[in-house]
């Protein structure tokens, strides 16, 4: 009985290396269907445990602190204890289904097999500096504008270039509101600015 939920799991696991993706998950619902047995009462723990096993797969593609995970875990532990009733079996089931899944993962990635990730999960290009791409907005063009402030810098506030307004940095000690500045420097997403004289 058991065997069959296993073999589903290997199954899960195989069909992140290899393709026809949809044949691999198609064979792992039907070994997770004769597990459960797919009639009457058993249906709606069949239908639990998929959904689990659903949001275990849009984990893996969907990284959010485990959140999605963590609820995936959650509905397949409930749907084992509606199928088992019994709290030691359920854990020893988890245990030798989170085994076969380790070994389907393992097996492939020591022979050599990629990951085969849909394209469209996966980040293809770098955001490179030297390709236009920032982290950060650049505010090199403000160097020697000047402007004033809006408020008290200490030392950090608001100042005023050319109607926009932007968060400055005083490079000198507390900048009182309405002084006429200049920006002396740009760090990253810090501009820094010191007094007109």
């Known amino acids: 009985m058991i065997a069959s939920l296993l073999i589903g799991m290997l199954l899960l ?6 393709s026809p993706k949809w044949l691999y998950l198609g064979l792992a619902v039907i070994a997770y269907g004769f597990y459960f047995g797919m009639q009457g009462q058993n249906l709606l723990v069949f239908i639990i445990f998929l959904l689990g096993i659903l949001m275990l797969i849009v ?17 397949i532990s409930i749907s084992l204890y509606m199928h088992l009733n019994d709290i030691g079996d359920v854990v020893l ?11 389907g993962i393992f097996v492939p990635l020591k022979l050599g097999k990629d990951l085969a990730i849909s394209n469209g999960f996966v980040l293809g290009t770098s955001s490179e500096k030297e390709k236009g791409y920032s982290s950060h907005k650049d505010f090199t063009y403000l160097l020697g504008e000047k402007g004033v ?12 270039f050319d109607g926009e307004y932007y968060e400055v940095v005083s490079s000198e000690d507390m900048i ?7 920006v ?8 820094y600015v010191r007094k007109e004289i």
């Open 13 to 18: 696991s195989l069909c992140l290396f290899y």
């Open 184 to 191: 002396s420097k740009v760090e990253g997403a810090k501009i």
């Open 59 to 75: 984990e893996f593609y969907v990284p959010d602190f485990g959140i999605i995970g963590m609820f995936g875990l959650l509905a």
């Open 176 to 182: 009182q509101s309405g002084t006429p500045i200049y």
């Open 93 to 103: 089931t988890l245990l030798a289904m989170i085994l076969v899944s380790a070994i």
């Open 149 to 160: 402030t809006v408020t008290a810098l200490r030392p950090v506030g608001r100042g005023e």
